[in-house]
């Protein structure tokens, strides 16, 4: 399973832009980067999937350098309702190759 | 659509009892997994299944048991309840494809106490 590395938490406050980065040094050639959110008592919800560059969607962009090994999810402009944990997955082909790990803990302050 | 069901939402099983909990979806998606979430923890893979009648293991599948029946149906049978199985489990369903993660939706969750 290809692992991830984020930061544990982070704080920001409402109207803000965040910015949370995911490293993944061993990304292979065909895999692709996804991001899913999950709120208190509930169960992951996906978020945005990309491969290079940049993609945007109607709640956040990401942002995957030429090499890869790093990836950034932009949430414009958080609102309260956006504190939840953020996981990075990293991988190809069946959902069983994705690894979770522990995702990073968003706090958004009024 | 009702997305993907998971009965029940709650459960206290006491230690050595056995029980059934069940996931249901109605996308006629061929992918279906569990999950066990521990408090603060991430997600960990129990079973999963490519399709009816094919179900492998996860990253911690001892003391859980699958079956396959039916492409909407995927349950995770408890053989013998232990304190170290209280956990939130989740089941999820997406469709095969070869790029990325993709789109996977999950239930609710089933919140277990073994005590």
């Known amino acids: 399973l290809a692992k991830t590395t984020q930061p544990i938490s982070m704080d920001s406050y409402e109207g803000q832009e965040v910015n949370i980065t995911c490293s993944h040094n061993?990304?292979?050639?065909?895999?692709?980067i996804t991001w899913y959110q999950q709120f208190p008592s509930q169960g992951p919800r996906f978020i945005i999937q990309g491969y290079k560059t940049k993609v945007t969607n109607e709640v956040a962009s990401l942002f995957i350098p030429a090499d890869r090994k790093s990836s950034t999810l932009s949430l414009p402009r958080v609102s309260l309702s956006d504190t939840a944990v953020y996981y990075c997955?990293?991988?190809?082909?069946?959902?069983?190759?994705?690894?979770f790990g522990s995702g990073t803990k968003l706090n958004v302050k009024p | 659509n009702a997305g993907v069901t998971q009965t029940p939402k709650f459960q206290v099983l006491k230690t050595g009892q056995s029980m059934t909990l069940q996931c249901a979806q109605d996308m006629n998606h061929e992918y279906m997994s569990w999950y066990r979430q521990d408090p603060g923890m991430g997600l960990r893979l129990i079973h999963y299944s490519v399709g009816a009648g094919i179900t492998d293991q996860g990253e911690v599948p001892n003391g859980y048991n699958v079956s396959r029946s039916t492409t909407e149906d995927f349950p995770l049978r408890l053989l013998s309840a232990a304190p170290s199985q209280t956990s939130v489990y989740f089941c999820?369903?997406?469709?095969?494809?070869?790029?990325?993660?993709?789109?996977?939706?999950f239930g609710q969750g089933t919140r277990l106490t073994v005590v």
């Open positions: 061993n990304i292979a050639t065909n895999d692709y």
């Open positions: 997955l990293v991988g190809e082909g069946n959902f069983n190759k994705f690894y």
């Open positions: 999820a369903s997406n469709r095969l494809i070869l790029q990325g993660a993709g789109e996977a939706f």
